[in-house]
């Protein structure tokens, strides 16, 4: 490498702090997507990649793209997401972006044009954390985007999407002519820098890790109607009670989860009429399972329904299914994991390799453009919140490993 990777690093870190203390308040990270604090992510980064003479665009998906011409037409692109959830952490989405403006910077101080053209890439609204619908920007350029099915999602105001969309002058009906805006590009591979979100970096004592892929999601409601009653004068033998259906099958989720290495997850429960001295009549639960392997994903969540339609009968209630969101599990580029794990060993000895469990704009992506993940390590694995971390150490660590892969990537 011709240039101090330790420097560079350094440099990341201390960019991704000032934007921290630009977006943040005593609560966290308040970059939600379509909302001024976001905006104002956004013009920090375009100023910041300007100043190395980066031409900044915006896609028909509210997208944004710093671009640095190379020797060939062919690129590369590096990115993730500015936005955060309310009250978020510092790094989540932040890392992958940031770390584009040293690209830029390496690049552009550099006597000579890089091999290949570089795009950094900004994905609209990952999050989803405003109306619900993650990975908007990514999915609008992949072309599978249902804008249909999104742009009359309302926020907890009232604001129709289609509105909140057209205030930072993105236009709901031209959104997809961004799969068009992306092929022009002639992106040959994309690369992606994240915080793990989670424990198993720091529980192996890894600052770093190459990601092969992202789990695959099944996510539904779970309406269980049975009889609403008075609590005082009806046996507890002969009660609908669609409460117990709906935690005694929370509690099967659980063991499907260990049985078969995934996860599931009940994050939201209803339960009607919500009264201390009534029966519930009904339960809503949400379910969530994720799995890297596609088959055992068809596999749990078949054997959920066994399960709630088992339960369901012993309890005198029925069971309703609603699908929330349905994405099948994705393992990335077979030549850019090696790239990927070469850089991860030279940095620090050790090939270390895992899939990741939540979903990235990286899954969208890969869906037509060859695509390979690294995970920085997560201080007590939390994220989504104003205790998520990654020492600076360890963060640097990460940052040198990654560039180490565009440098790869660059020259393959």
Sequence with gaps: MTYNLEESAKRVVSDLKELRDL?????GAQRVAWTPTWQKARNWFKEKV?????????????????????????????????DSVPNGGWLDGALGVVVGIEIIRRYTKSDKKPKKTI???????????????????????????????????????????????????????????????????????YLELHIEQGPILENLNKDVACVYGIAGVERHYIDFIGQ??????????????????AAESA??????????????????VTVEP??????????TISLDQRTIDENNLKIIFEEAKDLVEKISKKNKVKAYWRNIHSIPPKIFNEELIELCQEAVKEETGEATTMPSGPLHDAIEVAKIIPTVMMFAMSEKGLSHTKEENTPDEKLETAIRTFLRLVHKTMNK
Aim: glycine share 8%; proline share 2%.
């Design 274 to 283: 919500h009264v201390t001295t009534i029966v519930p009549g009904k339960c």
């Design 50 to 82: 300007e100043e190395y003479s980066a031409e900044v665009t915006r896609d028909s998906a509210g997208n944004v793209w710093a671009k640095i011409q190379g020797e060939s037409s062919d690129s590369i692109a590096i990115g993730s997401h500015i």
């Design 251 to 268: 509690l099967e989720f659980r063991k499907i989860a260990l049985k078969y290495k995934a996860v599931c997850t009940v994050g939201e």
């Design 228 to 245: 609403k009653s008075h609590a005082g004068s009806f046996p507890t033998e002969l009660r609908q009670d669609a409460f117990l259906a």
């Design 119 to 189: 795009y950094i890439v900004d994905w609209a609204d990952e999050e989803g954390a405003r109306y619900g619908r993650s990975c908007l920007g990514s999915a609008a350029a992949n072309g599978t985007l249902k804008v249909d099915k999104i742009k009359d999602l309302v926020d907890i105001n009232g604001i129709k999407y289609s509105d909140a969309l057209r205030e930072y002058k993105v236009e709901p009906e031209n959104m997809l002519n961004a799969y068009e805006e992306l092929k022009v590009k002639n992106i040959k591979a």
């Design 23 to 27: 977006t943040s308040t005593e609560n």
